[in-house]
């Protein structure tokens, strides 16, 4: 039934893609990796010692398929070496036609932890931004699989393309986002053990993209905080609530 689901929402959104696809699409991809001090995710302290963070992806107009994985580089989970979790998310994206400004999204995230003991599952999420001052968009994610729950994250961004130059041709950038997460008392109870609808995280972000040649390179931070004083009291993952993290980011795309 879990992968009968699955394929229903591929097929679908294969199907509405030739209608987004425009004449001129080109094939594009995309490799990165991050180094963070931490692996924070939805508020959740995954690992509280530094990771490394690979990831690719290919692209085809609006459609994006990706490939994200996360490496312990100490032995604090047991997996020092190992990646602790594989992501295969495939997307659509693009602008709501008869819309302005407003865009979407539509994709599933299959995830997978091996090498630990959380079973594999899948989420499905929507996504709509608007382009007006701070980008405001929102995501439902639905897991499908495990948890049966719901998480939803409502964020803003900013970005500026030139803040400063290191020298020529090297332009230092900044992004800046924030979001705000809600989960559902069923996905609340699979992750957390608490019963009932809760506000979850507020998350913070700094980026400064640099150029180097056909590179961008990230410094980044990082700031994340529990809402739900009984999220905060079920110590699911036995460190702190409140969680600030470094790191170093490079991608290139062509």
Do not use: C
Not at 38 to 51: A, F, T
């Amino acid at each position: 039934m879990k992968k009968s689901i699955t394929m229903a929402m591929v097929v679908a959104m294969l199907a509405a893609a030739p209608a987004a696809l425009a004449e001129d699409a080109t094939l594009g991809f995309s490799m990165g990796a991050d180094y963070l001090s931490k692996y924070i995710w939805r508020g959740q302290n995954l690992s509280d010692d530094p990771v490394f963070q690979p990831s690719v992806g290919v692209t085809y107009g609006p459609l994006s398929l990706s490939l994200w994985g996360n490496m312990d580089t100490t032995n604090i989970n047991g997996n020092s070496g190992d990646f602790s979790e594989l992501d295969t998310t495939l997307s659509l994206a693009g602008d709501v036609p008869g819309l302005e400004g407003v865009g979407y999204s539509l994709g599933a995230i299959y995830y997978d932890f091996p090498g630990t003991a959380y079973p594999d599952t899948t989420e499905a999420y929507a996504g709509v931004s608007l382009a007006l001052p701070l980008n405001p968009s929102l995501t439902v994610y639905r897991d499908i699989d495990e948890a049966k729950g719901t998480y939803y994250a409502l964020g803003v961004s900013h970005s500026i393309e030139n803040v400063a130059e290191i020298a020529a041709d090297m332009p230092v950038g900044m992004s800046l986002g924030a979001s705000v997460g809600y989960g559902n008392s069923a996905y609340n109870k699979y992750y957390w053990g608490v019963d009932g609808n809760k506000a979850q995280d507020f998350t913070v972000t700094l980026g400064l993209p640099t150029t180097v040649g056909s590179w961008t390179i990230t410094p980044k931070m990082g700031y994340s905080t529990l809402l739900s004083s009984d999220l905060r009291d079920s110590d699911a993952y036995g460190t702190s609530s409140d969680n600030f993290y470094i790191g170093i980011g490079a991608s290139i795309s062509f």
